[in-house]
């Protein structure tokens, strides 16, 4: 009788283990693995796109360079500074449509850190908007706190093709802190703070406004190449006024005041980020260079001339010419005089 009971419990045993490794199996991912937190996160100020896009322009910077060692005298300064400009505008346009620092605010604040727990956390809780969405951060002062370290960074997008609240709802499934929920419920749909339209018309708007610049550039490019100035400099300036309208299309944010988002006695406010200001400034030099050009294109065109050095390279032209066919009338001259004189009555 005892050893049937015996064997009986090591047979319950035996099974009740197997449902609670097969339930633990089914909650972990491969090896055992929880997945409490993911590992990899987004970052801030620079992405992987972004990254390509610098690393794109400056292969072609480093290109242009070895080829201008090939060029001589004031024509390596003029081609030098022609071309990176050109390059830096082309890659302010592309690089800022992928920036998170549009607009940006920042508070030290101490608050709860988990749901359904008292204990408190003292952090920096950080808010970057961008023309694609949101970044919420949260480091902690210092980073390690309540035996762990304390740095999230998670991106709440709201582009075509992405819903903002089924993210919002991920992160709540994955236990995100606090503060971080706290300031992305700010800008979900259903917040009674209306901010999430408004952002999401405004950066999209300011984000095809650039894209269409970015067209204007090219063609600028194009026409300025092919000496064609007066049209270049009014592509120029069609370029510079494209990116007005898009700090306009995004600035109409400022008008409405964002949501209060207040931590005890604390205020997260934001202010105009670096993408903002670099691409005012961008616009700015746009709308300088258009408008020389199509000024000296009109009124003094010999000015313009010499600024982009044609009478150089007609003059290396002519001499290359002149060179030429001087050379070719004295070889002609020598094979006359070397000639005797019945072949050249002959020739008569």
Not at 170 to 187: T, W
Not at 253 to 274: E, N, V, W, Y
Request: net charge neutral; with cysteine.
């Amino acid at each position: 009788m005892f050893m049937w009971s015996r064997v009986v419990g090591t047979f319950v045993f035996s099974s009740t283990l197997s449902r609670s490794t097969q339930r633990t199996t089914e909650m972990t991912f491969y090896d055992g693995i929880f997945p409490f937190y993911p590992t990899s996160r987004t970052p801030v100020v620079l992405n992987t796109i972004q990254i390509v896009v610098i690393i794109i322009f400056l292969v072609f910077l480093a290109a242009f360079l070895v080829i201008l060692i090939g060029i001589r005298g004031i024509e390596k300064l003029h081609w030098f500074v022609r071309v990176t400009l050109s390059l830096f505008i082309g890659a302010v346009i592309v690089a800022v449509n992928f920036t998170n620092d549009w607009e940006r605010g920042y508070v030290t604040v101490n608050t709860t850190y988990k749901s359904f727990s008292k204990e408190n956390v003292k952090a920096e809780v950080g808010i970057h908007i961008g023309l694609k969405g949101v970044n919420v951060t949260l480091k902690g002062l210092p980073e390690t706190q309540l035996n762990e370290i304390i740095n999230y960074n998670e991106e709440f997008l709201w582009q075509f093709g992405l819903n903002y609240d089924h993210q919002y709802r991920k992160g709540l499934e994955r236990g995100l802190p606090n503060p971080i929920l706290y300031v992305a419920e700010k800008f979900t749909h259903a917040s009674p703070c209306g901010v999430y339209s408004q952002y999401r018309v405004s950066g999209q708007y300011a984000s095809a406004t650039m894209w269409v610049a970015l067209c204007a550039w090219m063609l600028s490019n194009i026409l300025l190449w092919l000496m064609v100035f007066l049209y270049g400099g009014y592509m120029i300036l069609v370029t510079g006024f494209f990116m007005i309208f898009s700090l306009i299309s995004f600035g109409t944010t400022r008008h409405a005041p964002l949501c209060a988002i207040q931590f005890d006695d604390m205020k997260l406010q934001s202010s105009l980020g670096p993408s903002f200001w670099l691409t005012l400034a961008t616009a700015l030099l746009c709308l300088i260079i258009g408008v020389t050009i199509v000024v000296m294109s009109l009124f003094t065109p010999a000015t313009m001339s010499k600024v982009f050095l044609l009478n150089a390279s007609n003059n290396e032209e002519d001499m290359y010419e002149t060179s030429f066919y001087n050379q070719t009338y004295c070889d002609d001259d020598k094979m006359n005089q070397s000639l005797p004189l019945e072949n050249i009555e002959k020739a008569v």
